[in-house]
Structures are given as structure tokens and as C-alpha cells.
């Protein structure tokens, strides 16, 4: 059984993009199909160019491909990243959501399982605020919220963020060894959790399955 991940990410000067390339390699270790996808940039030239690291980056990346709603609709699970903007997502990132209100009126963001990661110059910039605030998105969709939660060491070794990944600083190297750890445990928690929901979905397919979960249902509301 194979599943599909679209990690659709915005990133400025490159640090997002280095958990997005992370949360890839996560989840492609599983089996699962991975897109790696950026929305479009909304600030104009001048803004870029008044910064070396943001010029350089839009330049390097200008080749990958856009996000649309057609990656939305194909993928199994989501990753999401953003940088903070005063604990907010970005609005480049928030734009692209906010076009996806014909597939959520159609039902079909529902049930599919999401993850967030995100980085802020400061220590205390408003990570996990960007996370929760993009989270209230994932609420509407009905969407199923997989956050790493202290599931596993490397989190604790990132800073231990359990709402999803988070870089802090503004190093040129972008994200440290730990934090890209971290970020490839999420990619790959996200895929493992949607094999299992698939697995399920496909047993209760098979009538006997489904006559014993009828039967194991009936027992306990008697």
C-alpha cells in the first residue's frame, strides 16, 4: 500500500525550505509518494532584493514547482510550512489555503491527515503560535491533526516542540543536524499514520470485518 504526501511549504531565505526538503525524506522512507511544492511569492522585487539571502534563495528555487489545488486534491496528507509572521502564518502560505474553499465545500480535505513545521529568528518568535494558529485552518477541513507530540527522542533534541518542528536563529546554514532530524521523524510519522488509517479503512471494507466491529458495537451499547 502506498500513500501520498504533498508538503507544500513558503519560505523566504531557505530555512523552510531545508524542513521541507527534511520532512520529504521522512516521509519518502515509508513508501509514501511525496510532492514537495511552494506557493507563490506576493512581494515584489524591490522587497526581494533588499535581501541578499532572500534574492539568492527565490533565485535557487525558482525551478521548483508551484503549489495548486490540484496537489490538495491528490495527496493523502498534508505537510505544511511556514515561517512566523508575528505568530501567524505567512500570508504567501495562508493565500494558497485560502483558495482551497471549493474542495473543502466538496468534502474533500476532510479525514486526510496534516502536520505543520515552521521557524522565527528569535527563540521565542511565535513558532508554536504560527502552529497553532495555521491549525484552525485544519479544524474547518476536518482534517486529522498528526503533530509529533513527545513521541520520540529527536524532538526532545530539537528543543522538544510537540506541535510540529520548529528552526529558531538565522544561521546561513539553515537548520541544525537535530531540528532536520526532528523534521524527518515528522514527514515520516505523518506518512506511518496515514498507512494506518488506509489500512483500516481498507479492513472495514471486508464484511466480515465489518459485521464484527457491528457486533462488538451492539455488545457495548447493551
Do not use: C
Not at 486526510?112 to 513558532?127: E, I, L, Q, S
Amino acid at each position: 500500500m502506498t500513500v501520498k504526501v504533498a508538503v507544500i511549504h513558503y519560505s523566504a531565505t531557505g530555512t523552510v525550505h531545508a524542513l521541507a526538503q527534511a520532512v520529504v525524506e521522512g516521509a519518502a522512507s515509508t513508501g509514501a509518494e511525496v510532492r514537495l511544492r511552494r506557493v507563490a511569492e506576493l512581494a515584489p522585487d524591490s522587497a526581494i532584493d533588499r535581501n541578499p539571502r532572500w534574492r539568492q534563495h527565490a533565485d535557487a528555487t525558482a525551478a521548483l514547482e508551484e503549489a495548486t489545488l490540484d496537489d490538495l486534491a491528490w495527496a493523502d496528507a498534508f505537510a505544511f510550512g511556514t515561517p512566523s509572521r508575528f505568530g501567524a502564518p505567512a500570508a504567501q502560505l495562508k493565500q494558497f489555503i485560502d483558495q482551497a474553499s471549493g474542495l473543502w465545500e466538496e468534502g474533500r480535505l476532510a479525514d486526510k491527515p496534516v502536520t505543520v513545521f515552521t521557524a522565527a529568528f528569535n527563540r521565542h518568535g511565535g513558532t508554536e503560535a504560527t502552529i497553532l494558529s495555521l491549525s484552525n485552518v485544519f479544524y474547518h477541513w476536518g482534517a486529522l491533526i498528526v503533530p509529533p507530540g513527545y513521541t520520540d527522542p529527536v524532538v526532545f533534541a530539537a528543543g522538544g516542540n510537540p506541535y510540529g518542528t520548529s528552526s529558531t536563529g538565522s544561521s546561513e546554514d539553515g537548520p541544525d543536524a537535530p531540528t532536520l532530524a526532528a523534521a524527518r521523524y515528522q514527514g515520516e510519522r505523518l506518512a506511518r499514520t496515514t498507512l494506518r488509517l488506509h489500512a483500516g479503512a481498507q479492513a472495514l471494507a471486508t464484511p466480515d470485518v465489518v459485521d464484527d466491529a457491528d457486533s462488538v458495537l451492539r455488545a457495548h451499547a447493551g
